[in-house]
């Protein structure tokens, strides 16, 4: 399965501002999945990323809100802009690396996010 | 889309009795279903997975059915431990569809000594 670095672990911030979570895969994969999960909760699917074309965002999240960026295939970032207390979760990305048969869907470490 | 119902929310079990938590999913299309456990401040790591075209897989003490016809599927923990103490997910995905996981609600499972 892949690894996932995701960085940074763990933030404080302060409303108003905009963080943003990276994650590099130590192999190249199509697709980058961003999911919020919020405390106690499941995992929320925020949006799907794929190299050189835009990101499709589920329903409740916007890009304005939560720009991706896919540059190569091995790495993505995912802002949170324009905090407000509301966005206080735990961030992770995820990819698929198996064999494009569904399986490996391994996740990143997560970063736990505070707006104060 | 997919829509995958878990339950129940918690379940306390004494350690070495088994453990089940049932998932249903609404898509018929779906073909692949993972398990995660997530242990608290961790990321979701999979534990057992299961495709289509079987109806049960087992791995030492974790055992996944999966009923086609009924759309449901169901993690089977035996001789549980404190240390299967936990958050566990289930999901359901399409593969190949390039699509992301679905995942149920979660389970917080208890094993008391």
């Known amino acids: 399965s892949a690894v996932i670095s995701q960085k940074p672990s763990r933030d404080i911030c302060q409303r108003g501002t905009s963080l943003t979570i990276q994650c590099q895969v130590d192999?190249?994969?199509?697709?980058m999945f961003w999911y919020r999960q919020q405390p106690g909760q499941s995992l929320t699917l925020i949006a799907t990323?794929?190299?050189?074309?835009?990101?499709?965002?589920e329903s409740g999240f916007v890009i304005d809100k939560f720009p991706i960026s896919r540059p190569n295939l091995t790495f993505s970032t995912l802002t949170v802009s324009n905090m407000s207390p509301e966005d206080s979760s735990i961030y992770l990305c995820?990819?698929?690396?198996?064999?494009?048969?569904?399986?490996?869907?391994?996740f990143g470490s997560g970063t736990r996010l505070t707006v104060v | 889309g997919e829509n995958v119902e878990q339950h129940p929310s918690t379940l306390s079990v004494q350690e070495g009795d088994s453990a089940v938590i049932k998932c249903t999913y609404s898509d018929s299309a779906s073909n692949y279903f993972p398990w995660y456990k997530q242990e608290l401040g961790k990321r979701p790591q999979l534990i057992i997975d299961?495709?289509?075209?079987?109806g049960e897989k087992k791995d030492q003490r974790i055992a996944v059915t999966l009923n086609k016809t009924a759309k449901h599927f169901s993690l089977h923990i035996t001789e549980t431990q404190p240390e299967d103490s936990a958050v566990y997910f289930c999901?359901?995905?399409?593969?190949?569809?390039?699509?992301?996981?679905?995942f149920g609600k979660g389970t917080s499972l208890l094993v008391t000594p």
């Open positions: 299961i495709r289509s075209n079987v």
């Open positions: 990323a794929n190299q050189g074309s835009e990101a499709t965002y």
């Open positions: 995820s990819v698929s690396s198996g064999t494009g048969d569904g399986d490996g869907y391994t």
């Open positions: 192999s190249q994969v199509t697709m």
């Open positions: 999901a359901a995905l399409l593969s190949n569809s390039g699509y992301a996981l679905n």
